[in-house]
């Protein structure tokens, strides 16, 4: 099935949100749910980019947020509601470490040598976070770090250079108490950015420094292995750094994805509709998902 692309009434935006020049609002939908649109940059492919992980975080049953294909006043973009229930907050990831580590680079996105891998699992470890709301734990899946080892697989399965500090968090509710952000903002994932020329030259080239191949083993992550460090963990290191300190919880969730297919992945991207994504970026994105997956069970067979 086609996935929808929902229109949004040009008077339904009730709090803007600065953005650059791009629109991002909150809007109520018709039943009463508080929604965020967030314009995808023309040309980019974030949009189809989002609602691919997505679908890809269902079938992984990892707890994520939403999204949707949208469209106001002809921007093109996503929706999603709002996983932070009324009267409850986010606390990003760089408000949690600034309090913890001394001169946290709290005010930048990237190169924040502090941003470690051992520094998240070390703070989602604590026992009065509680896994993600309405998301059922399974029993080996005991606190948020072992969430979290799950949306760094994520990261090294789609290719996401986004994770830094403010891409993932924790809902504090004041009578309820905190809970681990599902997982958001995967617009940076597949490929997305590339040129259809570029994707169509690496999928062909008999080239092995251009090939598909080589593209996703360059992916870097936002996240270090120490503050010493000068340059981010690739994605996959960073999941396999997640893995040394919760090696059952990375066993598990590498399981979850043994069981996708090529077909899966293929059936999602063709759900896609064809005025979102181009045919050599299904196929790009495709390629990418296959390698991965497999790069991802190699590591997990030395758990």
């Known amino acids: 099935m086609i996935y929808p692309i929902i229109e949004i009434p040009a008077d339904a935006p009730t709090q803007f949100e600065q953005l650059g020049t791009k629109a991002k609002f909150w ?3 018709q039943g009463g749910r508080s929604m965020l649109f967030k314009e995808g940059r023309p040309g980019t ?3 189809w980019a989002e609602k691919v992980c997505c679908e890809i975080c269902r079938h992984l049953d990892l707890p994520h947020a939403e999204y949707d294909f949208a469209v106001w006043k002809s921007k093109k973009g996503v929706v999603t509601p709002n996983f932070v229930p009324e009267g409850g907050r986010l606390v990003l990831g760089n408000e949690l470490l600034a309090k913890i580590i ?3 680079g709290e005010g930048h996105r990237y190169q924040v040598r502090q941003h470690t891998v051992r520094a998240v699992m070390a703070v989602t470890s604590s026992k009065v976070i509680g896994t993600p709301l309405l998301w059922i734990a399974p029993t080996v899946i005991k606190d948020a770090a072992g969430v979290f080892v799950g949306y760094v697989m994520l990261d090294a399965l789609v290719g996401n250079q986004d994770r830094h500090h403010e891409n993932w968090g924790l809902v504090w509710l004041l009578d309820e108490g905190v809970f681990f952000a599902p997982t958001f903002d995967h617009a940076s994932s597949l490929g997305r950015n590339e040129t259809d020329p570029v994707r169509q ?3 062909t080239t008999r080239d092995r420094g251009r090939s598909v191949e080589t593209y996703v083993e360059r992916a870097k992550s ?3 292995t120490s503050p010493a460090d000068t340059r981010p963990l690739k994605t996959l290191e960073a999941f396999q750094e997640a893995a040394k300190i919760r090696p059952d919880a990375a066993a ?4 979850k994805l043994a069981r996708l297919t090529l077909d899966d992945y ?3 991207l063709a759900d896609v ?5 181009t045919a050599p970026a299904r196929d790009f994105a495709l390629k990418m998902l296959e390698i991965n997956t497999q790069r991802i069970l190699n590591l997990g067979s030395r758990f």
Do not use: H, K
Request: net charge negative; glycine share 4%; charged share 20%.
């Open 27 to 29: 809007y109520r939908d």
């Open 45 to 47: 492919g974030e949009n």
């Open 102 to 104: 001394s001169n946290y």
């Open 201 to 203: 030259q690496m999928l």
């Open 222 to 224: 936002a996240l270090f």
């Open 252 to 255: 598990y969730w590498v399981t």
């Open 266 to 268: 293929r059936a999602i």
């Open 273 to 277: 509709p064809d005025s979102e994504i």
